[in-house]
């Protein structure tokens, strides 16, 4: 039977070992906490995280990782961007010679604003370092919704090989050498989605929001181009599919937390009474800095650090964007 390890059981996690399961493997999933691998072992769910989605018996848990580098050379790692430095150091000692490790987050590391890739490139350099990416909500992924997504490496053959590991009638992986686009799509718009909240939550009209989200994927492309990214893979699932999705609806967590900023117009506010995940509130200082590095214009990233971090007036905010400069369609 085909093996595959998932290192973190949040609900994204949760929802990929049921995918890999669906698609014959046999899956070692590593939890920090030892209630969540009991439950898993003896009541087969996951109650914290992913309630009521009963888990076969292809899905095993630990809270050793030795254990899952044991089972497995291929894991799937998905614990917050934020977090990835950490958990991958803590991999290191059991990681293989050219075991494959697919990046499942999206994000930029704050602190360094290096692309989690550059990250695990670092940490783990024994590694083949591989991403998954693309629009798809945890619980619809799940349920068995429908789902399309992007699988990125640069080393022939291996994107081609977690497709067959992951693909299901409901998980569609498209593939690409490209790691650049996925990785800043994936992370730029969840800052694109909190913009998207934020017009929609202070009422500024759809064809505002609409206007935001186009220009948002110009920014989203800019960026990955200045970094060697493909224009085509920017307009696939990773890019294009992703914005679509998490600006588009309320149960996006960048979305929200943009709607209740742009609602109350008290940003401070509602990110001290935050208790989710939200990574495009870690995501906008690094990807600026990235932006500002690299001399890549990003107007309305900039403007989600002003209204965020800065005290910056919402409707000031859409003034300023509207009055820039006059210029060509276009990348």
Request: hydrophobic fraction near 45%; charge should be neutral; include cysteine.
């Amino acid at each position: 039977m085909k093996r595959i390890g998932i290192i973190g059981t949040g609900i994204f996690g949760t929802a990929l070992a049921l995918t890999a399961a669906r698609a014959g493997c046999s899956v070692l999933c590593w939890a920090r906490n030892q209630e969540i691998s009991d439950d898993i072992n003896l009541r087969h769910l996951n109650s914290k995280y992913l309630p009521n989605i009963p888990l076969p018996d292809a899905i095993r848990a630990t809270s050793s990782l030795s254990d899952v580098f044991d089972f497995t050379d291929t894991v799937l790692l998905t614990t917050s961007a934020q977090s990835t430095r950490s958990v991958l150091q803590a991999m290191k000692p059991f990681v293989k010679e050219n075991g494959v490790i697919v990046l499942c987050a999206k994000g930029i590391e704050e602190n360094s604003g290096k692309m989690l890739s550059e990250v695990a490139r670092e940490e783990v350099p024994a590694a083949v370092i591989a991403v998954l990416s693309g629009p798809g909500f945890a619980i619809d992924i799940a349920r068995q919704k429908l789902a399309c997504v992007t699988i990125a490496c640069d080393r022939p053959g291996i994107a081609a090989k977690l497709t067959e590991l992951l693909a299901t009638p409901y998980f569609r992986p498209y593939t690409t050498a490209d790691m650049i686009s996925p990785q800043i799509g994936g992370s730029v718009k969840n800052v694109i989605a909190i913009a998207s909240g934020v017009i929609e939550g202070a009422a500024f009209g759809d064809g505002a929001r609409a206007a935001l989200i186009t220009r948002g994927l110009n920014e989203m492309g800019r960026l990955s181009k200045a970094l060697g990214g493909l224009p085509t893979t920017m307009m696939g699932m990773s890019g294009l599919g992703d914005l679509v999705l998490t600006a588009n609806c309320s149960q996006s967590r960048n979305f929200s937390f943009g709607y209740a900023v742009g609602t109350c117009g008290e940003a401070q506010k509602v990110i001290a009474e935050n208790t989710r995940t939200v990574e495009g509130l870690h995501t906008a200082k690094a990807v600026l800095k990235l932006a500002r590095k690299l001399g890549v214009e990003m107007p309305i990233c900039e403007m989600v650090n002003k209204v965020l971090f800065e005290n910056f007036p919402l409707k000031a905010a859409m003034e300023e964007l509207m009055n820039r400069p006059y210029k060509e369609e276009g990348f």
